[in-house]
């Protein structure tokens, strides 16, 4: 079945505390953490499109669910803070990792009900060989504050 795995970051260091760019941003201690878990939940998986946004803190969560899977993302310039996306004809598993003000409306086009997205956490989308929406899971990481 064809299934997209959006993935929100990771929690990033707070704004008031990171004095650079907000695109060079890291990856908090916790967010490490969150990584690391999104990338052994997905760590079975046989991925056929591995894509991250350039934001630091995108690609950080990205590298940690590489690790996982052996396999490096694309920086996707689709997947920019600034940009909204459309989930496209969906092949085999895609892995794709993003930010919380694009995901929710790339999964309100498919008619998602519902706009969570959590640092590391990541809507499972599953597809009918038609390309019908079938089913959608959102997953939450499970780790420690």
């Known amino acids: ?36 878990w999104m990338g052994e939940h997905l760590r079975r998986l046989r991925v056929s499109d591995f894509r991250t946004a350039s934001h630091l803190r995108c690609r950080q969560t ?20 600034s940009q909204s996306f459309l ?12 930010h919380s003000n694009n995901i929710p409306g790339a999964i309100h086009q498919l008619g998602v009900p519902g706009y969570r997205c959590g640092h590391a956490s990541a809507w499972k989308l599953d597809f009918a060989p038609d390309g019908k929406l079938v089913q959608s899971t959102y997953i939450e990481p499970e780790v420690s504050p």
């Open 1 to 36: 079945m064809p299934t997209i795995y959006l993935i929100r970051h990771a929690e990033p260091l707070p704004p008031h505390i990171w004095d650079g760019s907000d695109a060079d941003r890291p990856l908090s201690q916790r967010g490490l953490q969150q990584a690391r």
């Open 62 to 81: 990205a590298e940690a669910i590489a690790d996982a899977l052996g396999m490096q993302p694309t920086i996707d310039p689709q997947l920019h803070i």
């Open 87 to 98: 989930i496209p004809d969906v092949q085999g598993t895609m892995v794709w990792v993003a």
